[in-house]
């Protein structure tokens, strides 16, 4: 009965931190580490209540960082730290700091992903969180967009989706726009935004929490911030988790263009669960016709997309598209998709009841805003990770070059229409070119990173992840899971082959010996 209690918990916690993880990946650039002398001037962490409400035990605290660490001197920003102290101070082993990807605001992932987490850990460790410069509590930057605005343009924003016709005009337009909109609103910090910056911002952290060494859990993007600050600072790093890696050599757009792959190496288990819900999703009773009804349904809908009151969204084949690929990231959203499938397969049928009407319209208002916080600019964590991304790594930006990839991917992976390989804001961003190169993940020396792998990620697809353990060669040690979604910490039912291997690492330092398998 526990057990069964626990399993229900994790999916809960699962299902809510489906948004923190879902934006998938972003990128960098390169200074020296600080000095000894730098550490002493770090001023220490004053703990107190967090910004967004989240009770005790987990406490935030502000830090003030350069917003450009090559003249520390100039302009300062905030950056919002939090904590869980170590549940057991007598078997305290030091910090792991966790990032919970996108990127996104981390600030309470302590108190998040603490339930998933094994008691041993968490008497171990201060559980320590930040939000990233640029998000959330964290001088946050912003692109002047409303709500209704990004309901309305979700298919150009979250994906960016061409027309029926793959014509990409359209998306186009709105990069430009939004690259000068987010030039005119935040333009002294964006060229600040940068996956390295963050690092660096780690390091500050770790400094004023008066610690010599830190351990570290990151997932999706925060793989790659924890595998540039490993970079930037070997020494500082004690023990260091990376789930559902980003390759640190395919950045930027070539990251992006991963997604149409990657579904497609999700979609067999999510056609296996329409043939379990043929009754309630009506799109076939094999595996087959679930694919070709679901591409049916989804051109039916866009060539004839509806309007519902409630939202300014477009009821069209791309948002079918969108939703379907971001409940694709953890098994415990299946309800949510069959849900959505129906609507769908009624809306095109002409036959859909007031339920799928109001499901669909919930649907698209709440995409957008479950991800809007209080006090923050509306749009900032929907913006900010094209920023970083923009900032870390300049994008092509030869339009006919991108309608050429467009079509190409059009064909090959139609589950994603041709939107991962599109043109994007960071295709017409200003400056174009991000201000130094990025810091390249290599080899450091020291056998200290365990790599956790679904098999079938929806978002940092397999090939990815061993794109990472390649650049870390003999430091890491690779555990692959057979399972589907973005996560192996979050996913609602653990593998207690790969979560055993992460508690025993973290609690007693032994990594395995070789690479792993998990069934």
């Not at 989706?161 to 935040?186: H, K, L, T, W």
């Not at 002409?350 to 006090?375: C, E, P, Q, W, Y």
């Not at 017409?428 to 990620?457: C, F, H, M, Y």
Request: glycine share 8%.
């Amino acid at each position: 009965m526990q057990t069964e209690k626990n399993t229900r918990s994790r999916r809960r916690i699962a299902m809510k931190l489906t948004g923190i993880v879902s934006v998938a990946a972003f990128a960098s650039i390169a200074f020296a580490a600080v000095s000894s002398s730098a550490e002493s001037r770090t001023p220490s962490l004053v703990w107190g209540a967090c910004p967004t409400g989240t009770p005790a035990p987990q406490q935030c605290a502000e830090l003030t960082v350069p917003l450009d660490y090559r003249t520390p001197k100039s302009r300062n920003i905030k950056i919002e730290v939090s904590r869980i102290p170590a549940a057991d101070p007598a078997k305290r082993k030091g910090v792991l700091m966790v990032n919970g990807g996108g990127p996104s605001s981390s600030l309470d992932v302590p108190t998040a992903f603490g339930p998933l987490l094994a008691q041993a850990i968490r008497d171990s460790y201060d559980i320590v969180a930040f939000d990233p410069r640029g998000i959330g509590h964290s001088t946050p930057m912003n692109c002047g967009r409303t709500v209704d605005e990004m309901i309305r343009d979700q298919q150009l924003g979250l994906l960016s989706f061409p027309a029926p016709n793959g014509s990409i005009d359209r998306n186009i337009a709105y990069s430009v726009r939004m690259a000068e909109q987010c030039a005119a609103n935040s333009g002294d910090l964006l060229s600040h935004l940068t996956t390295a910056n963050i690092a660096r911002d780690m390091d500050k952290i770790r400094e004023a929490l008066g610690e010599r060494t830190v351990s570290y859990y990151g997932i999706s993007w925060g793989t790659y911030l924890g595998s540039i600050y490993r970079v930037l600072f070997p020494q500082r790093v004690d023990r260091m988790v990376i789930d559902s890696s980003v390759d640190p050599n395919a950045r930027g757009y070539e990251d992006f263009r991963l997604f149409s792959s990657a579904m497609e190496d999700r979609w067999p288990d999510l056609a296996r669960f329409g043939v379990e819900q043929e009754d309630v999703v009506g799109l076939g009773a094999t595996e087959a016709e679930v694919r070709q009804n679901y591409l049916a349904m989804t051109a039916e809908l866009d060539r004839n997309p509806v309007t519902l009151d409630g939202t300014k969204a477009r009821i069209d084949g791309n948002l079918i598209r969108l939703l379907t690929w971001q409940l694709s990231y953890n098994d415990g959203n299946f309800p949510q998709l069959a849900a959505l499938w129906r609507a769908g397969v009624n809306l095109a049928q002409h036959k859909a009841t007031d339920a799928d009407r109001t499901f669909l319209r919930d649907s698209a208002n709440t995409n957008i805003t479950a991800g809007v916080m209080a006090g923050v600019p509306a749009d900032n964590l929907f913006s900010v990770g094209w920023a970083i991304s923009c900032g870390d790594k300049a994008w092509p930006s030869d339009y006919r070059a991108y309608s050429r990839t467009v079509q190409a991917d059009r064909e090959r992976y139609p589950l994603t229409a041709g939107a991962p390989a599109n043109y994007a804001p960071c295709s017409a961003w200003s400056p174009s070119e991000p201000r130094q190169p990025e810091p390249k993940v290599t080899q450091t020396g020291n056998r200290n990173v365990l790599i956790l792998q679904n098999r079938r990620d929806p978002s940092t697809p397999l090939r990815a992840a061993q794109g990472m353990k390649k650049a870390m060669g003999s430091d890491a040690i690779f555990v692959e899971v057979d399972a589907g979604g973005h996560g192996v910490l979050v996913h609602p039912d653990q593998n207690t082959c790969a979560i055993g291997a992460m508690n025993t690492y973290l609690v007693k330092g032994d990594l395995p010996a070789q690479d792993l398998t998990c069934s």
